[in-house]
């Protein structure tokens, strides 16, 4: 492409991207951040560091309102939100059967007739994180022993306005007989109700049970259940570790085991994948001292499937009633609610190290006057990488990150960081040369493309065998595939084939790679850099063929995330990085 053509295309995406730009509200103001989409009100925090990183270069300039949203929401010592919009709440469909409903934590849909809530992190594809459900009631009545299904006997459900949200409900009528001596058949004897408070200023859902005898019934020892179903149904959603306490135990096998006996302050379950990407639930009973005990059900050990918690009462006469409340808390990347303004996702945490990269990029193009402020929040990140950190993507962020710095320091801290850095984005290369998470996570090809983009910076940095080794691998393990449409593509084995923004993540990788050759620290047979150059002449063709002209700006197909990349990869910030801290 000549000069004038790349100018253009340059100059198109940066207009592009511009339409995405909105107020963001941050704790000091405002800054004019990017949104979702144009005209929007949803400001991701990955998005942003995209869009900072691809700004960041000498040539395109006009990412401070990102900077600005990132250094507020990702530059002091705790995670960070995922995203940070509107603190409202939005019933989306107000049908019991099918309702959804989004705050800015979670999304909640569900069939309340089945006694059924499922909740989503925001930002993630496949199951429910948490399915609300599966609930027993137990009494009994005139000397017989009743255990009821919940969900079988639910007359009534709906939404209702609260204070700061709303409320979920559903009502069942219970019906029991007495015992063998008792003349009739069953008759209704109580009623039972469940009530999920969802509040746009917590992630915290509120539950409230509530049993309530009819008149002239009386019943005895009564049990009320929580419970949370289907736990462990794959695709990134497997729960195997129950936190009781102050104790950690793996889920067992078996049905109803009882893993818990007496009063319990909190309890919950946590997933053990690396702790970028671990969900947790955490469950507080309001009345510790009525846990009567809590029940796990899984079909093999660390495999969690349901979680039932009884609580007791004693004997209930008409006009009384037994209620319990239990607060749940479902969280992603983070140990506790994510300290921050209204309207941030206080329940899923940002990747961090992505926003370290991105801030040490703006460090190294910047002009001086946010240097301390960009180095001070980069060096915080970094050294806030757990040590058990296995994700590909976050490693391979980081490794980027201290890359920029050593650029501008030349500190031998830095450098010993990027060597321990590479060593552990090498251990989670598998063998077939996909770089994924350990433990059988399914791979990322944007994650896969992050590793290789990291890698091949190192090696401009000096030639290493390991690390062009695992580039040559990982360049082996991409494929080609064609989509119904059709649309073509690149993928891995057994992975989503790469959508557009995963495509222009590739393509920025693949150009490095290219480089590191040119520059001479990257060896490869004549063969595999004949692919190479094939590969990459793909994947430029496919992402052209995803960008429209529209007035005098160019449009990606996708989010603010694809504009950016794709603006990123036909524009890298590796080429001029060489040249101005090289």
Known sequence: MSGSGMDAVRDGLARG?????????????????????????????????????????????????????????????????GAIGPARIVVENETPRDLRITTPHHLFT???????????????????????????????????????????????????????????????????RGGRFSRGGPREVARLRYVYELRADTPVVALTVTLTP???????????????????????????????????RASPAGDNVTVHEGPLAAYGVRQGRTPSRAHAVLLTPRDP?????????????????????????TRLAAGEALTQREDRLLLCGTELPIVAPRGADAASAAPRQRIAAALATQLVFGDGKRAEALSAAVRRILAALPGDETTPGELAHALMASEALFRITRDAEDRARINGL???????QAGDGVFREPGGAVASVAEHAAALLALARRLALGAAEPVGEALRRGIAALALITLPGPVDTITLPATPAADTEALAHVLRALRAAQAARVFG???????????????????LRFLQARIRPEGDALIVDGTVSAQAAALAALVPPEGAMARVAG
């Open 17 to 81: 991207l511009a339409r995405f730009v909105a107020p963001a509200r941050l704790p000091d103001g405002f800054a004019p951040a990017f949104a979702q989409k144009p005209d929007g009100a949803v400001f991701d925090l990955t998005a942003n560091a995209a869009v900072a990183e691809a700004l960041a270069h000498p040539m395109l300039g006009g990412g401070d309102g990102a900077i600005d949203l990132l250094l507020a929401l990702a530059g002091g010592p705790g995670p960070a939100p």
């Open 110 to 176: 569900g069939d309340l007739f089945r006694g059924e809530i499922r909740q989503h992190l925001h930002g993630t594809d496949g199951p429910p994180a948490l399915i609300h459900g599966g609930n027993l009631v137990e009494f009994a009545f005139k000397g017989r022993w009743h255990c009821l299904d919940v969900e079988d006997a639910i007359v009534a459900a709906g939404i209702e306005d609260a204070e700061g949200g709303v409320r979920l409900f559903h009502e069942s009528v219970l019906s029991g």
């Open 214 to 248: 009819l008149p002239g019934v009386v019943l005895d020892r009564p049990r009320i259940t929580t419970a949370c179903d289907a736990m462990s149904p794959g695709d990134g959603v497997e729960y195997g570790t129950l936190v009781l306490g102050d104790g950690r």
């Open 289 to 313: 001292a009525a846990v009567l005990n809590v029940k796990a059900s899984g079909p093999t050990e660390g495999r969690l499937h349901w979680l039932l918690t009884r609580y007791a009462g």
């Open 422 to 428: 590479v060593a552990r984005l090498l251990a989670t």
């Open 521 to 539: 620290t990257l060896t490869m047979p004549e063969a595999e850099a004949r692919r190479l150059a094939f590969l990459a002449d793909l994947a």
